[in-house]
């Protein structure tokens, strides 16, 4: 299962948050269509209500019975993917259920293999994963990063200003179509590697969820819970 939420705060449009992650997950949809057949389902979420405490996914969530529950292996988050001095980050939450670590590696070896120098960050559960981790659902995403002041080192890996927020927009007015830098998007690897990290993510567990250290088996979800 992936998810990105719609909504935006009361303050600004939310092209970056979350404009960004929603329509790179709808292109990942419309890429994949519908063949041809793979042996996991994907089900593709947009939720409504995150600014306002994950109310969308949370009630998705809570109506699911025990056994719809274990048909989710994983969850997959994209909530801001095109900030305009990007970072590559990958959900490192501590203490995220059993299999959620298989999500994080499987990110951070995309961006490894291109190169990227990936980051763990901890995202404390405040996007709509937090709904699914909270049933004991292993989940997982990716963030081109808000608030945090991009370093030095971290400037000579991924390009962009030091010094600076990677997106000084978030949660403003000014968090309209200019804050998501155009030429960056069609162009430039940090947005299309966002991109590209959530299509080859979502497609490879739609091909499997297992393998060494894999997302734990329906049969280990149901005995961890
Ligand atoms: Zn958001």
């Given at each position: 299962?992936?998810?990105?939420?719609?909504?935006?705060?009361?303050?600004?449009?939310?092209?970056?948050?979350?404009?960004?992650?929603?329509?790179?997950?709808?292109?990942?949809?419309?890429?994949?269509?519908?063949r041809p057949k793979l042996p996991n389902a994907v089900r593709f979420t947009?939720?409504?209500?995150?600014?306002?405490?994950?109310?969308?996914?949370?009630?998705?969530?809570?109506?699911?019975?025990?056994?719809?529950q274990l048909d989710i292996a994983l969850y997959l988050n994209f909530d801001?993917?095109?900030?305009?001095?990007?970072?590559?980050?990958?959900?490192?939450?501590?203490?995220?259920?059993?299999?959620?670590?298989?999500?994080?590696?499987?990110f951070s070896d995309f961006y490894t293999a291109r190169g990227l120098g990936?980051?763990?960050?901890?995202?404390?559960?405040?996007?709509?994963?937090?709904?699914?981790?909270?049933?004991?659902?292993?989940?997982?995403?990716?963030?081109?990063?808000?608030?945090?002041?991009?370093?030095?080192?971290?400037?000579?890996?991924?390009?962009?200003?030091?010094?600076?927020?990677?997106?000084?927009?978030?949660?403003?007015?000014?968090?309209?179509?200019?804050?998501?830098?155009?030429?960056?998007?069609?162009?430039?690897?940090?947005?299309?590697?966002?991109?590209?990290?959530?299509?080859?993510?979502?497609?490879?567990?739609?091909?499997?969820?297992?393998?060494?250290?894999?997302?734990?088996?329906?049969?280990?979800?149901?005995?961890?819970?």
């Open positions: 299962m992936a998810g990105a939420h719609l909504d935006s705060v009361d303050a600004g449009p939310g092209m970056n948050d979350n404009g960004s992650g929603s329509a790179a997950l709808l292109e990942v949809a419309l890429k994949m269509g519908s947009w939720w409504g209500a995150e600014e306002a405490g994950l109310i969308g996914s949370r009630a998705y969530a809570s109506a699911l019975s025990f056994e719809q801001m993917v095109g900030s305009p001095n990007p970072g590559y980050f990958v959900y490192n939450d501590p203490g995220l259920p059993h299999g959620s670590k298989h999500v994080e590696k499987a990936p980051e763990g960050l901890n995202v404390r559960g405040a996007s709509d994963y937090g709904s699914f981790t909270a049933l004991g659902i292993p989940a997982g995403g990716i963030i081109s990063g808000g608030g945090e002041v991009k370093t030095e080192a971290q400037a000579a890996k991924w390009g962009g200003t030091a010094g600076m927020e990677m997106d000084p927009c978030y949660h403003r007015a000014c968090d309209h179509l200019g804050n998501i830098n155009r030429e960056a998007l069609g162009r430039n690897v940090a947005a299309a590697a966002h991109v590209a990290a959530a299509a080859h993510v979502i497609a490879s567990y739609a091909v499997t969820t297992e393998g060494v250290n894999g997302v734990p088996s329906r049969q280990e979800r149901a005995a961890l819970r």
